[in-house]
T-cell receptor
């Protein structure tokens, strides 16, 4: 049973470009969460999704960031017009239901040059 | 809002000794208290959780203690092993359980 998959593992973008981060949850999991981690800091909640629905996006920046979890395919975190401050590790987690026991992927490390 | 803080940024432990990691939280309304472990280059891994109506819970080699009076949470690791070397996060979950608030982390280094 494969764990949570994230790709790409490393992503380099120039300022102003778009970044697309993908997350495939564990088999049987319909709940997906995105977190952001700056170096030497804890993770910060961004958004919680179920299939085709955004449940809680209270941690998402108001502009340039969006997330989706379509009926088919992976969850996507999209960052438009990236800036240097977006450089961070982005982690996706999944769970079979609403739970504090979340299974995390290996993360995507975004570097904005 | 919620905030979670840790007393020690780094903890060095001799292999075989017990480890204790402490954490303070601020929001009395929190319903879940959780410990996650993160090894270098990996995503966090769930260790153990405790509901707000409990004060102690035990797992395999780990014990979590919750003191709601002083808003303090601790993780005890028995017979610490080299594989326990990681950053440990004290995490608070809301009433719905799903939204996790992470503290800053304590790095545990196990010396052989």
């Amino acid at each position: 049973n494969a764990g949570v998959m994230q790709n790409p593992r490393h992503l380099v973008r120039r300022r102003g470009q778009e970044a697309r981060l993908r997350c495939s949850p564990m088999k049987g999991h319909s709940h997906v969460y995105w977190y952001r981690q700056l170096p030497e800091e804890g993770l910060k909640f961004m958004v919680y999704l179920q299939k085709e629905n955004i449940i809680d996006e209270s941690g998402m920046p108001k502009e340039r960031f969006s997330a989706e979890f379509p009926k088919e395919g992976p969850s996507i975190l999209r960052i438009q017009q990236v800036v240097r401050g977006d450089s961070a590790a982005y982690f996706c987690a999944s769970s079979p239901g609403r739970s504090v026991e979340q299974y995390f992927g290996p993360g995507t490390r975004l570097t904005v040059t | 809002g919620e905030s979670v803080g840790l007393h020690l940024p780094t903890l060095s432990v001799q292999e075989g000794d017990n480890s204790i990691i402490n954490c303070a939280y601020s929001n009395s309304a929190s319903d879940y208290f959780i410990w996650y472990k993160q090894e270098s280059g990996k995503g966090p891994q769930f260790i153990i959780d405790i509901r707000s109506n409990m004060d102690k819970r035990q797992g395999q080699r780990v014990t979590v203690l919750l003191n709601k009076t002083v808003k303090h949470l601790s993780l005890q690791i028995a017979a610490t092993q080299p594989g326990d070397s990681a950053v440990y996060f004290c995490v608070v979950g809301g009433a719905a359980g799903n939204k996790l608030t992470f503290g800053g982390g304590t790095r545990v280094l196990v010396k052989p």
